[in-house]
């Protein structure tokens, strides 16, 4: 399998403009969580699914960000409007259940914010 | 709810010596626990993990841990360090079944030769 696919790897915007972060969980997990990591607040879950249901988006910081998982091959984070502070690596990451509770993580999209 | 300290935010080491990174963790009862390693531009990658049985757990490139009841405690340790192996670790602790990892704000492994 190719693991986790994220695109862009990166993306250069300008404040409030709509970003659009891409994932590809691997073949037949049924979680899939997104993270945000800064130097400030190291490695932060935005929201997870299971089976393609929003489980939990307690971690999303404010209506800018709205996730989407329309199938259990794609995922997608929004961000609208973007904002310089929104600027931090976002990482897709997916798990099975019954299996070993891995967490199987994409390299992340670098996301800049100008 | 549960917690993760990585009480180190950087250690330094020479190539060749040894290593123990700390974690502590907080949860009423025993926890998943896991190691993963950011290697610069990369995701996370799990190194090992534990789930019960044996408290000292291997796992891929030379690392191990142990897991301490008593002291809350899930530290990481390798016996000689290789320049390679300067990464973020991250130390995560899981309710049991829940599938759902809390983790650590890292510590930053920077080897010297």
């Known amino acids: 399998d190719a693991g986790v696919i994220q695109s862009p790897r990166h993306e250069v915007t300008e404040m409030g403009q709509e970003v659009t972060l891409r994932c590809k969980p691997i073949s037949g997990h049924d979680y899939l969580f997104w993270y945000r990591q800064t130097m400030m607040r190291g490695l932060e879950l935005l929201i997870y699914f299971n089976n393609n249901v929003p489980i939990d988006d307690s971690g999303m910081p404010e209506d800018r960000f709205s996730a989407k998982m329309p199938n259990a091959s794609f995922s997608t984070l929004k961000i609208q409007p973007s904002e310089p502070r929104d600027s931090a690596v976002y990482f897709c990451?997916?798990?099975?259940?019954?299996?070993?509770?891995?967490?199987?993580f994409g390299p992340g999209t670098r996301l800049t914010v100008l | 709810a549960q917690s993760v300290t990585q009480p180190d935010i950087h250690i330094t080491v020479s190539e060749g010596a040894s290593l123990e990174l700390r974690c502590n963790y907080s949860y009423g009862a025993t926890p998943y626990l896991f190691w993963y390693v950011q290697s610069p531009g990369q995701g996370l990658q799990l190194l090992l993990k534990?789930?019960?049985?044996?408290?000292l757990v291997q796992g891929i490139k030379g690392f191990e841990a142990e897991f301490k009841r008593s002291q809350s405690s899930f530290n990481l340790r390798k016996p000689s360090v290789h320049w390679s192996d300067a990464a973020e670790y991250f130390c995560a602790v899981e309710p049991g079944g829940s599938y759902i990892p809390t983790f650590g704000r890292g510590t930053s492994l920077i080897v010297h030769p």
């Open positions: 534990y789930f019960s049985g044996d408290t």
């Open positions: 990451a997916s798990s099975i259940s019954g299996g070993y509770n891995e967490q199987f």
